[in-house]
């Protein structure tokens, strides 16, 4: 099951989804809290109405500063945009726990297909051989004269038709094998 929720795209996908949602929370609540900004610029410039460069003067301005921003009161903004957040997180979460649930939901199903398959293989090879003991005694009475054709085209429909049974339980049992790949993430 592990495998399976760790090999999934869409786990993945709700994996990223959850982080980047517990991300805009962290963004949301740092919002709230003053900040301190360094702020400066370096700038050389000249002009001339010539285009000897080197007769030119190069006069540089500089400045630098420190700019305090501190949020007094955003008309409750921010706290909203905090709980929208949380709120989304917190459904992100619930959303990846259900996607787990079905995987597992699904892997269990998977290997109950599987393990049915096979007891279905397993009873139609009994069919089978019992059918083939029919219709070796139905033949060998027919031969004898004591069965009927009919009872001996019976027979052989009988056979027939567990063989044909048989094949359809192994098909069941590969599609349920692929099934359980396609779920467990292996084959996409």
Do not use: C
């Not at 359809?168 to 590969?174: I, K, M, R, S, T």
């Amino acid at each position: 099951m592990n495998e399976a929720i760790q090999a999934r795209p869409e786990v993945k996908r709700q994996v990223l989804a959850t982080k980047y949602n517990d991300q805009q929370v962290s963004i949301r609540s740092v919002e709230r809290i003053p900040k301190l900004l360094l702020i400066g610029s370096y700038q050389v410039q000249q002009q001339a109405r010539n285009l000897h460069t080197s007769e030119y003067d190069w006069p540089a301005t500089s400045y630098a500063g420190l700019q305090l921003n501190i949020p007094i009161f955003a008309g409750f903004r921010e706290v909203s945009r905090t709980r929208q957040a949380t709120i989304t997180q917190q459904q992100s979460e619930a959303s990846l726990q259900n996607l787990k649930e079905v995987v597992k939901a699904e892997v269990k199903i998977g290997v109950s297909n599987i393990q049915e398959s096979q007891n279905r293989i397993i009873t139609q090879q009994q069919t089978v051989a019992t059918a083939e003991l029919s219709y070796r005694i139905t033949r060998d009475r027919w031969k004898q004269g004591i069965a009927s054709r009919l009872d001996l085209t019976d027979a052989e429909f009988l056979l027939s038709q567990s063989k044909s049974n048989y094949v359809q339980a192994v098909y069941d049992y590969l599609v349920a094998s692929i099934e359980l790949e396609r779920i467990a993430g292996r084959v996409k």
